[in-house]
């Protein structure tokens, strides 16, 4: 809010008011200029971009741009955040996850600015009796604990609670989750299991460990198989709302079974589409709450995790700036508990440097950025006021799909879910082989030459479910082809990039092609000749003007000094000896592979 001067003056009292209309003229002037020829609402349509789920983010918010009223930090409809003070008084909770029976390393964590544990047990993880070595050490009145043990929820739950009796933890003092997750167990692996000790597990944190919550509604198993925020969210809602009706039916109320829940959703280095999906989920759990009845009930405890989706194998390091803008995303949009996953995730056990990174990841933004000084700091902007809302609508929309294919774990086990998350990320496939999703150090600015990380491997998640995808995927199929062509044959396959003319006119596309050819593991040669470079196959690099001058006859040499396929970095025309054309927008991964296939790399 403006607070003017007891004179009244006003800074911009000066400068006469400019009308929408005004500001869509200035654009279309500009895109005359390059060649677009719109006006009025086209013209501001065409810098208008695609968002999934049918949304739009268009170039310019304004007061224009209204939304319903958010409401207060701590209050119905909790879009501002679950808790009036929001994180203001410590910062979020650092939540750090540990698959590994590793209690040097739980400590290390936790001596070092972590502040509460997600240990994965049972069969992917930590074994149920290990348990007890691994928290050796640990405070438990003041370090939470939040399980994730599938099946073994109920024996990993009982341990905990043993632990929390033995070591002198007052029921009232234990905090954390017991991380019961059914229907999150079952879109991972396809097995369901017996629910009944849950609403046990339940009943008894709400009766006896007022700190405890027994379940986890997790979101991550719908976005690691490709969906959209929209379906993230969807799937969340129905899942509440499926344990709502259990827990309820077991004898709990419905303020009760709220309080047994904790949402787990991911943190994408889309910052401020992660933003608005954590306020939008509060929002809807908030209408949930209240049709239910328990209006009161309806603050969405959150926790946050950095998306395993975009983190990549090759060039891992970039992963630390994925991973912090998620974290900063996470904790505007008021996550209450946020994990970062270490950069070397995709690889294996993380090292303790890169745990300490991925904790120092949130001490910085937290004490250094003083991000949590301020409640809700995207609060009031148009642009974030209109995406939630927008979101919030196309997520209660997936919901009601959910339901009416009779709740989430008949939506699961019909296909109905799966087959909407494969639809949704075959279209981001599309977008990311075409490179109009960017993955830096993988399909833009690869590096041939880096040395490999290598980790311990993880224990094996669950599988058997809904599938498991990586932004990366197709382009790390194509490198491990070039991986294993270098290790049979001691080199990587080549192509030789043709530059015609002065450097002014062909770096801009050599420079192009060079990116686009190592996204495959093809080592481009730019020096010598053909004959020189080892090739079999060339690419033309330069100017249309210079193309038009020389391209037919520079193919027609490379193809006489032996070139099986000439390619030409430009739009398509139709020169004579030119294969094909490589450009922005191309397929690129259909591209290298049919490279690759030519020059016999399997």
């Given at each position: 809010?403006?607070v003017l001067p007891?004179d009244?003056?006003?800074?911009?009292?000066?400068f006469p008011?400019?009308t929408h209309e005004q500001?869509?003229?200035?654009?279309?002037g500009?895109l005359?200029?390059a060649?677009k020829d719109?006006?009025?609402d086209?013209?501001?349509e065409?810098l208008?971009?695609?968002l999934?789920d049918g949304?739009r983010?268009r170039?310019?918010?304004?007061?224009?741009d209204t939304a319903?009223?958010?409401?207060?930090?701590?209050f119905a409809?909790f879009v501002r955040?679950?808790?009036?003070e929001?994180?203001t008084?410590?910062?979020w909770?650092v939540r750090q996850r540990h698959t590994?029976?590793?209690?040097?390393a739980?400590?290390?964590?936790?001596?070092n600015g972590?502040?509460s544990?997600?240990?994965?047990?049972?069969e992917?993880?930590i074994?149920?009796?290990s348990?007890?070595?691994?928290l050796?050490?640990?405070y438990?009145?003041l370090?939470p604990v939040?399980?994730d043990a599938?099946?073994?929820t109920e024996?990993?739950?009982?341990?905990?609670?043993r632990l929390?009796?033995?070591?002198g933890?007052?029921?009232?003092?234990a905090?954390?989750n017991l991380g019961?997750?059914?229907l999150g167990?079952?879109?991972?692996?396809?097995?369901a299991?017996?629910t009944?000790?849950?609403?046990?597990l339940?009943?008894?944190?709400?009766e006896?460990?007022?700190?405890?919550?027994a379940?986890t509604?997790?979101?991550?198993?719908?976005?690691e198989?490709?969906g959209?925020?929209?379906q993230?969210?969807g799937?969340?809602?129905?899942?509440?709302?499926?344990y709502?009706r259990e827990?309820t039916e077991?004898?709990?109320?419905?303020?009760?079974?709220?309080?047994?829940?904790?949402f787990?959703y991911?943190?994408t280095?889309?910052?401020?589409?992660?933003?608005?999906?954590l306020?939008?989920a509060?929002r809807?759990?908030?209408?949930v709450?209240?049709?239910?009845?328990?209006p009161?009930?309806?603050?969405?405890?959150?926790?946050?995790?950095?998306?395993?989706?975009?983190m990549?194998?090759?060039?891992?390091?970039?992963n630390?700036?994925r991973?912090t803008?998620a974290?900063?995303?996470?904790?505007?949009?008021?996550?209450?508990s946020?994990t970062?996953?270490p950069f070397?995730?995709a690889?294996g056990?993380?090292?303790?440097f890169?745990?300490r990174?991925?904790r120092?990841?949130?001490?910085i933004?937290?004490?250094?950025?003083?991000?949590?000084?301020v409640?809700?700091?995207?609060g009031?902007?148009?642009?974030?006021e209109?995406?939630?809302d927008e979101l919030a609508h196309?997520?209660?929309e997936?919901?009601q799909?959910?339901?009416?294919?009779?709740?989430?774990?008949?939506?699961?086990?019909?296909?109905?879910?799966?087959e909407?998350?494969?639809?949704?990320?075959?279209?981001?496939?599309?977008?990311?082989a075409?490179r109009?999703?960017?993955i830096?150090?993988?399909?833009?600015?690869p590096?041939?030459?880096?040395k490999?990380?290598?980790r311990?491997p993880a224990p094996?998640?669950p599988?058997?479910g809904l599938p498991?995808?990586?932004?990366d995927?197709a382009?790390e199929a194509l490198?491990a082809r070039?991986?294993a062509h270098?290790?049979a044959t001691?080199?990587?396959?080549r192509?030789y990039?043709a530059?015609?003319?002065p450097?002014a006119?062909h770096?801009a596309r050599?420079?192009?092609?060079s990116?686009l050819?190592?996204a495959g593991?093809i080592?481009?040669v730019t020096?010598g000749s053909f004959a020189?470079?080892?090739?079999?196959e060339?690419?033309l690099?330069?100017s249309?003007a210079?193309?038009e001058?020389q391209?037919?006859?520079?193919?027609?040499?490379?193809k006489?000094q032996g070139?099986s396929?000439?390619s030409l970095?430009?739009?398509p025309?139709?020169y004579?000896?030119?294969?094909a054309y490589?450009?922005?927008?191309c397929?690129a991964?259909?591209?290298?592979s049919a490279a690759?296939?030519r020059?016999?790399?399997?």
């Amino acid at each position: 809010m403006t607070v003017l001067p007891d004179d009244g003056l006003e800074l911009a009292a000066e400068f006469p008011d400019v009308t929408h209309e005004q500001w869509q003229r200035l654009v279309a002037g500009v895109l005359r200029k390059a060649g677009k020829d719109v006006e009025g609402d086209a013209a501001e349509e065409a810098l208008t971009t695609a968002l999934e789920d049918g949304l739009r983010t268009r170039p310019l918010y304004t007061a224009r741009d209204t939304a319903p009223e958010p409401g207060l930090p701590g209050f119905a409809p909790f879009v501002r955040g679950s808790r009036a003070e929001g994180n203001t008084v410590a910062g979020w909770d650092v939540r750090q996850r540990h698959t590994a029976a590793d209690a040097a390393a739980v400590l290390a964590d936790l001596e070092n600015g972590v502040t509460s544990l997600w240990l994965t047990v049972g069969e992917a993880g930590i074994p149920v009796p290990s348990l007890a070595g691994v928290l050796e050490g640990v405070y438990l009145d003041l370090a939470p604990v939040v399980l994730d043990a599938g099946r073994d929820t109920e024996a990993a739950a009982r341990e905990l609670l043993r632990l929390y009796a033995e070591r002198g933890v007052a029921k009232d003092a234990a905090r954390g989750n017991l991380g019961a997750d059914p229907l999150g167990h079952e879109a991972r692996t396809g097995q369901a299991y017996d629910t009944a000790p849950v609403a046990e597990l339940a009943r008894l944190c709400a009766e006896d460990y007022p700190g405890l919550r027994a379940l986890t509604v997790d979101a991550l198993p719908y976005h690691e198989a490709g969906g959209s925020a929209a379906q993230e969210l969807g799937c969340s809602l129905a899942t509440g709302v499926a344990y709502l009706r259990e827990l309820t039916e077991a004898g709990l109320s419905v303020a009760q079974a709220c309080g047994q829940l904790e949402f787990r959703y991911a943190a994408t280095a889309d910052q401020f589409l992660t933003v608005a999906k954590l306020r939008a989920a509060r929002r809807l759990w908030a209408r949930v709450a209240e049709v239910s009845g328990a209006p009161a009930a309806g603050a969405q405890v959150q926790h946050a995790v950095t998306s395993p989706v975009m983190m990549t194998r090759r060039d891992p390091w970039v992963n630390m700036l994925r991973t912090t803008i998620a974290t900063l995303a996470a904790g505007v949009g008021g996550a209450g508990s946020v994990t970062v996953l270490p950069f070397d995730h995709a690889l294996g056990l993380p090292d303790a440097f890169a745990r300490r990174i991925a904790r120092n990841t949130a001490t910085i933004l937290v004490e250094e950025s003083h991000l949590t000084r301020v409640v809700d700091p995207a609060g009031g902007s148009w642009y974030v006021e209109r995406l939630t809302d927008e979101l919030a609508h196309a997520g209660w929309e997936f919901f009601q799909e959910i339901e009416q294919a009779g709740g989430q774990a008949a939506a699961l086990r019909s296909g109905t879910i799966g087959e909407r998350l494969a639809a949704t990320w075959s279209v981001r496939s599309a977008k990311l082989a075409k490179r109009r999703e960017p993955i830096t150090g993988v399909s833009e600015f690869p590096h041939l030459a880096e040395k490999p990380l290598v980790r311990e491997p993880a224990p094996e998640p669950p599988s058997g479910g809904l599938p498991v995808v990586r932004r990366d995927e197709a382009y790390e199929a194509l490198r491990a082809r070039s991986d294993a062509h270098l290790a049979a044959t001691g080199s990587r396959p080549r192509i030789y990039l043709a530059a015609l003319g002065p450097a002014a006119a062909h770096t801009a596309r050599l420079t192009f092609a060079s990116n686009l050819f190592q996204a495959g593991g093809i080592e481009p040669v730019t020096e010598g000749s053909f004959a020189d470079s080892g090739a079999t196959e060339a690419c033309l690099c330069s100017s249309d003007a210079l193309y038009e001058e020389q391209a037919e006859t520079v193919a027609a040499e490379l193809k006489s000094q032996g070139a099986s396929h000439v390619s030409l970095a430009g739009r398509p025309g139709s020169y004579a000896g030119v294969d094909a054309y490589v450009f922005a927008g191309c397929d690129a991964v259909a591209v290298l592979s049919a490279a690759l296939d030519r020059m016999g790399v399997s």
